[in-house]
């Protein structure tokens, strides 16, 4: 079988720009997440009790999640109908426009019940972009690197959401150095306005970004589908429930980490900042801690470095939480390690994993749907949750309960997945070299 060649600067620019594109996602999705758990409730939310609030400021935070497997049926129909690279131009310039739009949206104070009715449908645009960039991001990278190295490369990309987290920490930080009451003014918007900047960068990588090699060729020869997402359901049902199950301990940690983490300080006596801070270094530690477990997921298998992630996050949670409660900065630090390691093994090798569950006409659809519909049952209402259980029972241990018990669940799940044989290999040519190239087998396999 013929080898596809890809140029090193195809490759290069594949994990580039699919790299920024899920840092400034994630960094738009999850600057929402921090402010709706620290400023929301009052700004948008001001007529309820406090707690209620807060509550009713988290839910918006969870419309995203719905709007995310709708995302994926529409991204991922167009990502393998037409194309990796013109359907995540379209995801970026969704995100950035809803997220903007966020930033100068007027208060309840300005227009009343109108304004969490126009928070929450801007909400839901952004959980509708992410739902199909960053699994089109993940499949850029994939489809144009080595077998040997898949892992590797598609963790780089997910390293986007520490470093779209990293950022918008640091932003959230600079923002609540100024008093509250400018912050409640007019200081909540800066992040969301500094979105545009950031995405007319990455716009500008990302339209110099060339098709993936393996639809390219699958275009060419007729191998696409009509309507893969039906494919999908309808050929890979069972793979796609247990792919969405198996995601539910690894979006439950992240957002429980990143987003009820802050609200769940307040409650313990720790300020904002040291939190915030707590959580830049967490970045800092998956940065580098993913990219490794995805080498290594190339080298021992992705799927045991896949399942060993989930065991971890599984216990973690008995060992955050308690951590958490000492208020000793090194003990702190030391709980969210624990927290994230097993994240981090868990999502370094996922961006490989799941789209080898699919043949590649059908990747996008059947990782954007599993993925996302995992985020919507695993993400989606876990810091709504976790903050009723903590008001309900002034305890942390219902909430390391509910993580564990995603952890069994998402486990179980895991052990009946199995990833496809790779198609044909992928050699690097010079630059500018064609990059012509036989069809993969799975690709072969479904047009027959």
């Known amino acids: 079988m013929n080898p596809v060649l890809v140029s090193e600067g195809q490759r290069r620019r594949a994990v580039l720009s ?13 600057i929402y997440g921090s402010f709706s758990s620290l400023y929301f409730g009052r ?21 995203a999640f719905v709007g995310r497997p709708l995302g994926a049926l529409v991204f ?24 903007v739009l966020i930033g100068l949206l007027p208060t309840y ?4 019940v109108a304004a969490p009715v126009l928070l929450t449908v801007l909400r839901f645009v952004q959980g509708c972009s992410l739902g199909g960039e960053s699994s089109g991001g993940f499949l850029m990278a994939l489809e144009s690197a080595q077998p040997n190295r898949r892992g590797f490369l598609t963790a780089v990309v997910g390293t986007g959401n520490a470093w779209g987290l990293l950022l918008a920490n640091g932003v959230l930080l600079l ?7 400018q912050v409640l003014a007019w200081g909540w918007r800066l992040p969301f306005l500094f979105s545009a900047v950031l995405v007319a960068f990455a716009l500008r990588v990302r339209l110099r970004l060339a098709e993936t090699p393996e639809f390219e060729r699958a275009r060419s020869e007729g191998a696409v589908r009509t309507v893969p997402a039906f494919a999908v359901l309808s050929r890979h049902g069972l793979v796609t429930l247990c792919a969405s199950l198996s995601a539910l301990p690894m979006f439950l940690v992240f957002y429980l980490g990143s987003v009820f983490s802050l609200k769940y300080a307040s409650t313990i006596g720790v300020s904002g900042s040291r939190m915030l801070t707590l959580l830049a270094g967490s970045c800092v530690f998956l940065i580098f801690a993913m990219p490794f477990f995805g080498r290594l997921g190339d080298r021992r298998g992705r799927k045991a470095v896949f399942v060993g992630g989930i065991v971890v996050m599984t ?10 409660g000492t208020g000793s900065f090194p003990l702190m630090a030391l709980g969210f390690l624990a927290l994230f390691a097993g994240f981090a093994a868990n999502y370094g090798v996922q961006g490989a994993f799941y789209p080898q569950l699919f043949p590649t006409t ?55 997945l199995r990833e496809r044989p790779a198609g044909s290999p992928v050699q690097f040519s010079p630059a500018g070299a064609p990059a ?9 396999t479904a047009r027959s």
């Not at 699919?18 to 999850?30: H, M, R, V, W």
């Not at 991922?76 to 997220?99: C, I, N």
């Not at 104070?109 to 009343?112: C, E, K, N, Q, Y």
């Not at 923002?175 to 009451?181: A, I, K, S």
Request: aromatic residues 12%.
């Open 18 to 30: 699919s790299l920024i594109g899920n840092s400034i996602e994630f960094y738009e999705f999850l």
């Open 43 to 63: 700004l948008f939310f001001p007529s309820f009790a406090p707690t209620t609030g807060t509550l009713l400021s988290l839910s918006t935070f969870a419309v």
């Open 76 to 99: 991922g129909h167009f990502g393998d109908r037409l194309g990796r690279k013109s359907t995540l131009v379209t995801t970026l310039t969704v995100m950035g426009g809803a997220t």
């Open 109 to 112: 104070r300005s227009i009343g």
């Open 175 to 181: 923002v609540t150095l100024l008093p509250e009451r």
């Open 315 to 324: 216990v973690a949670p008995f060992v955050w939480f308690p951590l958490l």
């Open 362 to 416: 059908l990747r996008y659809s059947g990782m954007a749907i599993s993925y996302n519909v995992g985020g919507l049952l695993g993400g989606a209402v876990s810091p709504l949750i976790a903050t009723s259980l903590l008001s309900t029972y002034d305890s942390w241990t219902p909430i390391a309960l509910y993580m564990a018990a995603a952890g069994v669940i998402g486990l179980v799940a895991s052990l009946f």
């Open 436 to 444: 012509d190239a036989a069809v993969p087998s799975d690709v072969a």
